[in-house]
């Protein structure tokens, strides 16, 4: 950039993403004041489609942001790490995680029922495999249909009685200031969330020390080791936003506990966690992915599949 001081951040031109970027950019004036840090709002292919194709790529929320990034048009970029692919294009890397907002999924409806009060036949709005597939598991009588848009979109879809109830990301709401619009935080028992949900991961040019230099400020420990267990257990499994599954890892002590929920339809599931040392999370979820697809094949063979 012509101005060696000033920063420019890549964002999702959404009312969320641009939230995010902004509670990005304000934590590093704090720490950095002498720097000037400007966002740029790029629109992704998956915010121009009106309808997303059956085959949709768990990049196309980031495929925009990243070709601007390796182009040298912005300095580094703030993603949510749910939406990002396990493997990135070469020349690009993750600098930063920060601290996680709440990790669940929340539900939120027209006359204000939870999950168990909503009446029989009523529709619930989701795009997400893993959520409509974990919703069935406790409520087989309710009408799931897909829900598109962003957060805000969403809710005014909502209100005007295109759906009962919709499911949404917890930290998406709780960013924006929304919190009077929740209904229920689903338990984890109900619902697990996405790999990585609720972090935000800041992408920048592996070459370029400066930046990285400045990004590593934000990176939070606990966060970066719960998010690498998760994404190896994803990249193990071989699955992506299509595939209804839940990963959650927590940190406690020395410790690392991960559990994941693989659905192939309502009665053909593993629900398993693994636990060991925090010192090696993608080990740990290398090995859970291991174990789900031990136990789903033992179950594969009992039906003679």
């Not at 951040?9 to 969320?16: A, E, N, P, Y």
């Not at 997400?128 to 848009?149: E, H, T, V, W, Y």
């Not at 299509?242 to 192939?264: N, S, Y």
Request: proline share 3%.
């Amino acid at each position: 950039m012509n101005n060696e001081k000033k920063i420019i951040i890549g964002s999702r031109k959404s009312l969320l993403a641009m939230k995010q970027s902004k509670i990005v950019m304000e934590n590093l004036n704090v720490i950095f004041p002498n720097y000037t840090f400007e966002i740029k709002g790029i629109i992704t292919s998956g915010d121009r489609l009106k309808t997303w194709p059956k085959n949709q790529s768990k990049g196309m929320f980031v495929k925009e942001i990243e070709e601007a990034l390796i182009r040298g048009e912005i300095d580094f970029a703030v993603h949510s790490m749910k939406d990002l692919p396990v493997d990135m294009p070469d020349g690009l890397e993750i600098a930063a995680i920060t601290k996680r907002e709440k990790h669940g999924d929340v539900l939120i409806s027209r006359n204000l029922k939870k999950l168990t009060e909503l009446e029989i036949g009523s529709c619930v709005g989701t795009s997400s495999p893993r959520r409509k597939m974990q919703l069935l598991l406790i409520r087989d009588d309710l009408k799931i249909a897909d829900i598109r848009g962003n957060l805000d979109t969403r809710l005014k879809k909502l209100e005007n009685g295109e759906y009962d109830a919709i499911v949404v990301a917890a930290a998406g709401i709780l960013r924006l200031g929304w919190l009077n619009r929740i209904t229920e935080y689903l338990s984890d028992d109900i619902m697990l969330p996405a790999p990585a949900q609720g972090a935000l991961g800041i992408q920048i040019r592996k070459n370029d020390k400066k930046i990285q230099t400045l990004i590593k400020k934000l990176n939070f420990k606990k966060t970066e080791i719960e998010v690498k267990a998760e994404r190896e257990f994803l990249r193990a499994m071989g699955g992506g936003c299509r595939v209804p599954i839940g990963a959650l890892a927590r940190v406690k002590a020395e410790a690392l506990h991960i559990e994941a929920i693989v659905i192939k339809n309502k009665t053909n599931f593993c629900r398993t966690a693994v636990k060991g040392s925090k010192k090696n999370p993608q080990i740990l979820g290398k090995k859970l992915a291991k174990k789900i697809k031990t136990i789903l094949m033992k179950k594969a063979q009992k039906r003679g599949e």
